[in-house]
């Protein structure tokens, strides 16, 4: 069982930046961040393979947004900039017990273990 852990949540201004940080128990492969706003569903922010050569994004945060990895420290990130209203949500980082192809890792149920959920809330 591999436990994640979320951080680097918080209050921030529009159009200001945050950095989300996920720390993995163990060992992974494919790693995604989810956000869910109230009354919405959980939806796919990003996701990024194993290596750290592959990442997928959601529409919404292209180019405002970058995933990437540290397997040394089996750790994952997103560098959130330019964030707006619609971005409040509580975050939750994935993780995979196998490598997904890259059009299936906007599927939440195709990760295994998931943190308890970063709360990320963008002011006017």
């Known amino acids: 069982q591999v436990q994640l852990v979320e951080s680097g949540g918080g209050l921030v201004q529009s159009g200001g930046s945050l950095r989300l940080s996920c720390a993995a128990s163990g060992h992974t492969y494919t790693m995604g961040w989810f956000r869910q706003a109230p009354g919405k569903e959980r939806e796919f922010v990003a996701a990024i393979s194993w290596s750290g050569t592959s990442t997928s994004y959601a529409d919404s945060v292209k180019g405002r947004f970058t995933i990437s990895r540290d397997n040394a420290k089996n750790t994952v990130y997103l560098q959130m900039n330019i964030l707006n209203l619609e971005d409040t949500a509580v975050y939750y980082c994935?993780?995979?017990?196998?490598?997904?192809?890259?059009?299936?890792?906007?599927?939440?149920?195709?990760?295994?273990?998931w943190g308890q959920g970063t709360q990320v809330t963008v002011s006017s």
């Open positions: 994935a993780a995979a017990r196998q490598s997904l192809y890259y059009t299936h890792r906007d599927n939440p149920k195709l990760y295994d273990y």
